[in-house]
């Protein structure tokens, strides 16, 4: 804002209930929901906050239907409430839009937890230089500004964790200053101040000693011992433990008549922070969004270019996270402030992984939140991003992330364009570690199996940090990698009081301690059941804490996953519990959901796992997240935790009849075959192997697609759901399903790059089609495993599963399949070199499809033929195919191969010296490519077209081409750059380069 307030002087409160004034008149911010947007900005001021991160720090899991719409609105009514002068064209000088995100910028305008912050800075300045008046005179400052709780009447997720955070920051401030005023020989009138405190957090044992100074000093002696007994007794009776080195050793002091007590006022230097054993109140070194400390990052040099993508993937933290202290220390002290991240200090050694695991593997013990809580506590001290991933090591359906689904994950969130992605598994081990190589990067690897899973995914670089959970203690990896593991078992009886506090309220949790006591020996101190309790026991505001109690003892059972041998280890009855609340229908369809195999489904998926109209599915997952039962982690995109999947799945087995289970997974396949098939269609219609899907038993509510750009946004959407939905197809022996919905993912595979997956896929299919004796599964089977492996560089296996498909195309009479067999083969010949032996099969290819009437076959067929000669130098013929190709291509309107034969035109003019109807045949095809969003081969022909211009002397339209050709590689991370750019500067230097080689 250059200094300068928009609309007048604005001042804004959050250190309270938010209020906002300009030139001393207090604004109307609208209604409730636009005063917590307003709210999440001010307290991430100075920091550009992206559209899923802001709706998520405003609706957390509750996000609202067109969610960016609302948001759009509420900062739209914000600006015109407070830039009132602001023309509706004009750009807002507070709240603007870049591309980081919504970013608001107070500038000038008083914000007041601006002013708390620099009043805190000022009494730790004063402090260093001994002023103590002037410390106590900047703290009393900083706690005036201070009206009610953060934000006061506002809640969202990200209030919540600040209000906690800051709430703790004030009272740290609020015990400093009591600490001067003992020192300056104020403690009669605090007496009474620390006595409130001390009841408002009876567990907070610096206030406890703060009281028993302050009667000590004020000759109350025996006072001061007896509020040693009573914070005792709280102690022992709430938490079971005694009372810190420090409480106690201020107890002896004072038993002793400790002369050292009885300072006279304003006598010696300040004290340091923790006088009494109490942490000290510098700004916390936590990791959390602070005003004061957060500045926008300096803009790059425009001739810079991008910098590197900074991944920001941890998930959104749980509000009020309470407990796990021992655990959150040893967490610290392995990152610490200076160093880096893994080397304790000390430079060159290797960063440690963190094994964080469940003694006996406890599932719902709270790892996952444990790891990221405190992965947003340091995230500031890793700038180079943050990655997250679920391994599923312990997923119900059986099937754990492989390494290499991982790494490929990573690679897209550090933006490796695909085509830079190596074949080789190994390769790409090594692409990613290098990425991570002098980066500072904390990774939290979720859910893991074992060790070997996980080890491909640690990074090299001594400045990353790894945070693994698992239900395992993986030895090996503290063993042979240096892990540091950090055991987590069940929470303790005062944190099982906070979490339920936090839902419940202090004054139910104290009226009814008898009912407390049971509700937490029923849920085990288990945090996963403590915190469904509590949710249940928020929205039954009326009910005593005493029939919820009754309620968990009367609900029988055990998850067999969770049974240990005791009652410690048992949360099937807070399952259960939810889950017989649920109307009839909502309790269908949890029970359904059970047999989806995961990760995720959508709307659409559901109609058809248990056949609903949209409209009821809609209502029917509304209710269901309210309950706690479902999460939406992102719209229209619903999950169950494992230990939901597995109790889901067992209430279907034991409540729904195998005929009705069978018929939803029956009803599942159908869906995702039929949306994959239409989706394939859209990527590909001209397929040398059409298939048309087996008809479904009932009328199915499959995806619809616009274009072939939606169709690819789905498939990269339900990329693992597919992989695991043909799995399911498999388990379930419904054998057709599984080799057709092989098939159907082909091409999505093969633009993507995805091969392993392409092989594994028709693999998995190839089985089934064998089980089920099908010949045209086979066939279909074997025709794909030989292109998946040509991509893949395993040559050796190509022939003798084309050899096989050429068998059974021959015993179906398919000439169609058989063509397209001759025509992959005839591509295997092209790799190795033998191009007779490809114009054969290009041959047979173009015979088959011709008695097939296939024209579209006929027309690839004929390009093939046209390639072929040129790679023998029989230009002139070779053109001849191309062209009649390429008239069939024009009449069919198959725009996705005419690129591909101008291409090959293309290079047989330039061959043959035809310099102006090769330069057409490129720019058409470069036009073509552009149409289709083929970036790759757009760029590969303007560098061809580079060449030609080049041989025929004409400089400046070479060097645009090749100019234009080298940003898009480079912009797509690909390695012909280089090469390009080497023609750049040849023709710079005068220097010749020939035009390309055929491909």
Partial sequence: ??????????????????????????????????????????????????????????????????????????????????????????????????????????????????????????????????????TREALAGALGLWHGRLCEGLTSPSIDAERDRLGERRLSVLEERMELDLLLGDHFDLVGEVRRLT???????????????????????????????????????????????????????????????????????????????????????????RPSARRPAAPRPADEGPGPVVPAQLPHPVAGFVGRA????????????????????????????????????????????????????????????????????????????????????FLDALGVPSQRIPVDPQQQIGLYRSLLANRRMLLVLDNACDADQVRPLLPGSPDCFSVITSRNRLTGLVVTEGAHPVPLDLMSTGEARQVLGRGIGPDRLSAEPDALRDIISSCARLPLALAIVAARAATRPQFPLAALAKELHDVGGALGLLDGGDEATNVRRVFSWSYQRLTGPAARLFRLLGLHPGPDIGTRAVTGLAGLAPAEARTLLAELTDSHLLSERAPDRYSLHDLLRAYAAELAAQADPPADRRAAVRRTLDHYLYSAYRASLLLNPYRDDPLTPEAPLTPVESEHFAD???????????????????????????????????????????????????????????AAARREASIRGRAVGHGSLGPAYLRLGRHEEVAPHLTLALDLYKALGDPVGQAHAHRTLAWLSDQQGRYEEGLAHARSALALFETAGHRTGRARALNALGWFCLRLGRYEEGIGHCERALRLQEATGDRFDQADTLDSLALAHHRLGHVGQAVDCYRRAIELYRETGDRYNEADTLSA??????????????????????????????????????????????????PRPGP
């Fill in 199 to 289: 009841t408002e957090h009876p567990l907070r044992e610096g206030l406890h000693g703060l009281l028993m100074l302050a009667l000590h000093r004020g000759g109350r002696r025996g006072e001061a011992l007896a509020a040693y007994q009573r914070a005792r007794r709280l102690l022992r009776d709430e938490l079971g433990i005694e009372p810190g080195r420090p409480l106690q050793r201020l107890h002896a002091r004072i038993l002793d008549a400790d002369p050292d007590l009885d300072a006279r006022p304003g006598t010696g230097p300040v004290p340091g922070p923790g006088l009494y054993g109490r942490p000290g109140t510098e700004p916390p070194s936590d990791g959390a969004l």
């Fill in 945 to 994: 077209l580079g060449d030609v211009h080049h041989s025929a002397g004409d400089a400046g339209s070479a060097t645009a081409a090749w100019r234009r050709a080298a940003a898009l590689l480079e912009e797509l991370g690909h390695s012909e750059a280089a090469r390009v750019r080497s023609k750049l500067d040849a023709a710079g230097s005068g220097g010749p380069d020939g």
């Fill in 708 to 766: 072939h750009h939606a169709a690819l946004t789905w498939f990269t959407t339900e990329h693992f759901v597919l992989l695991a939905v043909q799995q399911l197809a498999v388990s379930s022996r419904l054998d057709t399903h599984a080799w057709q919905l092989a098939w159907a993912l082909t091409p999505y595979f093969d633009r993507r790059g995805h091969w392993h997956d392409w092989a594994a896929v028709h693999e998995r299919g190839l």
């Fill in 1 to 134: 804002m250059s200094g300068r307030s928009p609309s007048g002087e604005l001042r804004f409160q959050v250190l309270g209930p938010l209020r906002v004034w300009r030139a001393g008149t207090e604004l109307n911010l609208g209604q409730t929901q636009q005063r917590v947007v307003l709210a999440v900005l001010l307290l991430h001021a100075g920091t550009a906050l992206g559209r899923d991160r802001l709706v998520d720090a405003v609706w957390g899991e509750a996000v609202p239907a067109r969610a960016t719409n609302l948001l759009q609105r509420h900062v739209s009514g914000l600006r015109r409430v407070l830039e009132p002068e602001r023309s509706p064209r004009s750009p807002s000088c507070l709240i603007t839009w870049t591309e980081a995100g919504y970013l608001l910028t107070p500038g000038s305008c008083f914000l007041d937890l601006h002013a708390f912050d620099l009043a805190v800075e000022r009494a730790h300045a004063a402090r260093t230089a001994g002023d103590t008046a002037a």
């Fill in 326 to 409: 021992d655990a959150l220390a040893r967490l610290d002290a392995l990152v610490p402030m200076g160093g880096t991240a893994g080397d304790g200090g000390r430079t060159g050694e290797r960063g440690g992984a963190v094994v964080i695991t469940a003694i006996g593997g406890t599932a719902g013990v709270g790892k996952t939140t444990l790891a990221v809580h405190w992965a947003h506590r340091v995230r500031d001290r890793f700038p180079d991003g943050q990655l997250y991933v679920n391994l599923r090591g312990f997923d119900p359906s059986g099937c754990a992330m492989k390494p290499g689904e991982a790494i490929r994950g």
